[in-house]
């Protein structure tokens, strides 16, 4: 039989093990709401203490860093030395990072949402691609030969590709007056091929999805708006300044040209690279939102065959827990 005193000292013995109760052990429903407002580089370090953080953060995706008016983040690949890519966050912070799917020619076709639409020219994938988490999503291969002659690729979605409602456009030049375009829903096995008689846009440069339409941009000023309901295809130039006097009709978003060099990250890239980037949309807290446009910026040094030429892209860093395996969409 226990006397007052031994009860009094098992207690406090109790105690003081409650008070050196290791983090590890903290309750997953207090984890998940500590998880669930890290910023990304957080968000990893938190993932890493142990199996059971990891466990109770597989749901969050560090949303705060892609809040509206957050400034997207620039990622540049294609260093030519296996998976290596570079990162620069909006404040300025760089860091490296493996990535092997986009090793081995792998060109970025759209960025939005937090993933990557990603084409391997070598194998003829194509594949959603989140660069933190390196979850992957495989789409159907898509044959290249309905959309393009000698012209790129440039590609939108709808939604996240998780989604239900997420929808893929591939589009390129055929030809001259020719402009093919290759679409596909969750869930469907196969891409529907379109082709359309049109003189705008020209080479077709970048593009958008926005209120239920895909809007492709070329350089200079043509527009083809491809209607997601009724899968037909107007063709726009667009106007500005004076011109813009008389027109009713404007775009739902504003558009940003030269934002590589506007934002000083042009300053990553190696002097004597040329670089080629893929855009992303930007949700603004003043409903102003943004299309920041692919763009090229060239260098040619003595030798072009000398010239390091890279990828960037821009996109709001986001997490999204790996799949045990590869998934097909």
């Known amino acids: 039989m226990y006397d007052v ?56 995706t560090a949303a705060p860093e892609s809040s509206p008016g957050r400034s997207p983040w620039f990622l540049v690949y294609g260093y030519g030395d296996g998976s290596s890519c570079r990162w620069t966050g909006d404040s300025g912070e760089k860091f490296a990072v493996h990535l092997p799917d986009l090793d081995g020619g792998a060109t970025c076709l759209a960025s939005n949402h937090g993933w990557l639409l990603v084409l391997q020219s070598q194998s003829g994938s194509i594949f959603f691609l989140c660069p933190f988490s390196k979850a992957r999503i495989n789409l159907p291969n898509l044959d290249k030969s309905e959309l393009s002659g000698s012209d790129g690729l440039v590609a939108a979605f709808s939604a996240p590709p998780p989604s239900r409602d997420c929808a893929v456009a591939v589009v390129g030049r055929k030809s001259v007056l020719r402009l093919g375009l290759s679409l596909i829903r969750r869930g469907e096995e196969l891409w529907s091929a379109f082709e359309f008689n049109v003189t705008l846009p ?35 130039r667009l106007v500005s300044g004076n011109e813009a006097k008389d027109v009713k009709d404007s775009l739902p978003f504003i558009c940003r040209r030269y934002h590589l060099n506007d934002t000083n990250k042009f300053a990553e890239v190696p002097f004597d690279a040329s670089i080629s980037t893929c855009g992303t949309y930007v949700v603004e807290s003043n409903g102003l939102d ?3 446009f692919n763009e090229d910026f060239e260098v040619i040094g003595e030798e072009e065959s000398s010239t390091r030429r890279l990828k960037g892209v821009w996109m709001h860093p986001r997490f999204f827990a790996k799949y045990k395996d590869d998934i097909t969409w």
């Open 5 to 60: 005193q031994t009860v009094i000292n098992e207690t406090e013995e109790l105690s003081m093990a409650e008070k050196r109760r290791p983090w590890s052990d903290l309750p997953s429903e207090l984890l998940s709401q500590i998880s669930d407002r890290l910023g990304l580089i957080d968000l990893l370090r938190f993932r890493s203490v142990c199996k059971h953080w990891n466990f109770s953060s597989s749901t969050s």
């Open 202 to 236: 020209k080479t077709v440069y970048c593009g958008v999805f926005c209120d239920g339409s895909f809007y492709f941009f070329d350089r200079d000023d043509g527009l083809a708006i491809f209607s997601l309901e009724d899968r037909k295809l107007k063709t726009y």
């Open 290 to 292: 943004y299309v920041v």
